[in-house]
């Protein structure tokens, strides 16, 4: 037997008796080939390392029948998928595999083998940041039952902390000891990871603060960022937290005068879907359904938004001219403070239109809806478009001024899951590396007196007013929090954080050799899992079905009728 191969007796979860199995330890994956009966059947099981978040050496003799007491036993814990989807929620479960080796040495020899070829979590620190008031309040349950179950076999040093108020996490990503801490985990919704973003960034330290890996259990409403890496399983999200892959994620700063900047890692968004994100937070209560009863009340009630947007070439290189260099203040040690803004002169002033290459976008200066995107979903029901990356250091920007109500119905109607909302000719998308706002109204959009107007011919259009649309300056919503409505500076911070993935997740024109082998391994368990199930499958159809007999036989011998028994059992 090659070294890689152990001879054990393996039993999987919901199994009473153990097989003769041959383990053998691969590049991706652990093979269970099971030998059953006394013809000596055999069936194989893999389990791909990227599934796999702990295991345990039990010395509990308990759990060893008699005559193996001096044998050892590994159990390894691991997530499978009953089918080859890997991004659907329903689809993963959490398992186990149980080993018993002949000797303790062998055990010993299995598990070294193993943590060297990367099937068991590396030892990190985890701090796992819980929102009791999430979504709709599951965060805390989400962590009990299944965040924490599954650290606690990891071998991961984890700390637990619940927010206690609105923007909490922002003061503890500001605060957090990064000589203790690896990764920073939130069981929440997209608020919160915006938070501890923030947080990390606005710290003295944010050069090295930045490198310290973030990473969600989805436990909101929106769910965004969950979704678009393919973790809205809570299991599969964990599995990613506890695995410790990362990938680069772009951010973007949005730097408005005299106000700290705001960094976000989602989305940028005016007009009719800023408004109806945030106004949504009064539904709440409907979970997900928020959104879409917020979007069509706002949907009847459209607005138009007036303003400009300028924009800039995607990852535009050149030196600032002089005019610029003029423009910009000497750098000095506060800039280091914070990553930095190449066009943080634009603000100064409110108007002078922004130098070439920047330009103004066209359709101005009246919008419906503008939005910026770094995910390919905006939440967890609606993905918008695949043909966005987290990490390509691009801006992508969607915009319309369309106000015909079943125009914009139309994509949120039918192609919400199905990627193609940007196909309905309902927005223009363009790329950009740079993005200045001027709203045609300034102030706080819930505060009518701080309102100034930048230019009146702005205000309002007379095809608006001929429409009866509404007019108010709009939310600005970032990250699905709102901000004050002012000129704006948006620009992108390429790959400046890490953010935990599942081992196999790429995007699809990604070159990552590394992901799609591990993606082939999981898919191909999928393929042994299902035989798996399949045989329980068959076993238990027979089991039913002996039952349903005896139960009609029972019956036919008390005096009921086994025909109607049957039928009223069998729906037929
Ligand atoms: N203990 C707390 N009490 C009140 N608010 C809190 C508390 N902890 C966090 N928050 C706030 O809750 C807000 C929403 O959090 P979160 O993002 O987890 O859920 P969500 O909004 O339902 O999800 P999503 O952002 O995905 O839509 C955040 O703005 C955060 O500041």
Same mark, same amino acid.
């Not at 979590?121 to 965040?147: C, E, Q």
């Given at each position: ?448 007196? /701080?309102? /100034? ?60 050799? /590394? ?19 399949? /045989? ?37």
């Amino acid at each position: 037997m090659s070294p890689n191969q152990f001879q054990v007796k393996a039993s999987f979860a919901g199994q009473q008796r153990a097989s003769n199995a041959r383990l053998s330890l691969g590049t991706h994956e652990l093979t269970i080939h099971t030998s059953k009966g006394s013809d000596n059947n055999t069936t194989t099981a893999q389990v791909p390392y990227s599934c796999i978040y702990g295991y345990e050496a039990p010395n509990d003799k308990a759990v060893i029948a008699e005559q193996d007491r001096n044998k050892a036993v590994v159990v390894v814990h691991y997530v499978a998928f009953n089918g080859p989807n890997l991004r659907n929620p329903s689809a993963a479960k959490r398992t186990t595999a149980q080993f018993l080796f002949e000797r303790t040495e062998d055990a010993d020899r299995f598990t070294q083998t193993a943590r060297d070829l990367g099937a068991f979590p590396k030892p990190r620190r985890i701090l796992l940041l819980v929102n009791p008031n999430g979504g709709v309040g599951k965060a805390k349950r989400i962590s009990d039952t299944v965040v924490k179950p599954m650290l606690q076999h990891s071998g991961l040093t984890v700390k637990e902390q619940y927010t206690e108020y609105g923007r909490h996490a922002v003061d503890i990503a500001a605060k957090v000891d990064l000589d203790e801490v690896d990764s920073l985990v939130v069981v929440s919704g997209d608020g919160v990871l915006h938070e501890v973003i923030n947080g990390l960034l606005s710290r003295p330290d944010w050069d090295r603060a930045r490198n310290t890996s973030i990473g969600i259990v989805p436990a909101g409403s929106g769910n965004a960022i969950a979704a678009s890496l393919g973790i809205v399983s809570q299991f599969v999200a964990t599995l990613a937290a506890i695995r410790g892959e990362t990938s680069k994620l772009d951010i973007f700063s949005l730097s408005q005068l005299n106000r700290p900047r705001i960094y976000s890692m989602l989305s940028f968004s005016w007009g009719m879907m800023a408004d109806a994100d945030i106004e949504s937070d009064n539904y709440r209560w409907l979970g997900p359904l928020r959104f879409d009863v917020a979007g069509f009340i706002r949907m009847i009630r459209l607005r138009r938004y007036s303003g400009k947007v300028y924009v800039l070439p995607p990852k535009y290189e050149q030196t600032p001219s002089t005019t610029e260099q003029q423009l910009t203040p000497p750098q000095s040690p506060s800039h280091k403070r914070e990553p930095e803004s190449r066009f943080q002169h634009l603000l100064d002033s409110n108007t002078k239109e922004p130098p070439k290459p920047w330009s103004l976008i066209p359709n101005m200066p009246f919008y419906s809806m503008l939005l910026l995107l770094n995910c390919p979903n905006v939440g967890e029901t609606i993905f918008f478009t695949n043909t966005i990356r987290f990490n390509d250091g691009i801006m992508r920007l969607w915009y319309s001024a369309e106000t015909r109500f079943w125009k914009i119905l139309m994509p949120f109607l039918f192609d919400q899951q199905n990627g193609k909302m940007v196909e309905r000719d309902l927005m223009k998308d363009l790329e950009c590396g740079g993005i200045l706002i001027v709203p045609g109204v300034e102030g706080k959009p819930d505060d009518p007196s /701080t309102h /100034t107007a930048i230019d009146p011919n702005w205000i309002i259009s007379p095809s608006a007013k001929s429409q009866g649309i509404y007019q108010k300056p709009g939310l600005f919503d970032v990250d699905g929090e709102v901000m004050p409505t002012a000129r704006t500076l948006i620009e992108i911070h390429p790959s400046l954080m890490n953010i935990l993935v599942p081992e196999w997740w790429y995007h699809k024109d990604d070159d990552n050799t /590394t992901a799609r082998a591990h993606e082939s391994a999981v898919i191909q368990a999928t393929k042994t899992q299902q035989k798996v199930c399949s /045989t329980f499958g068959g076993v238990s159809v027979v089991a039913t079905a002996v039952a349903v007999v005896a139960a009609a036989v029972f019956l036919s011998v008390n005096g009921h009728s086994p025909v109607d028994f049957l039928q009223s059992t069998l729906h037929l």
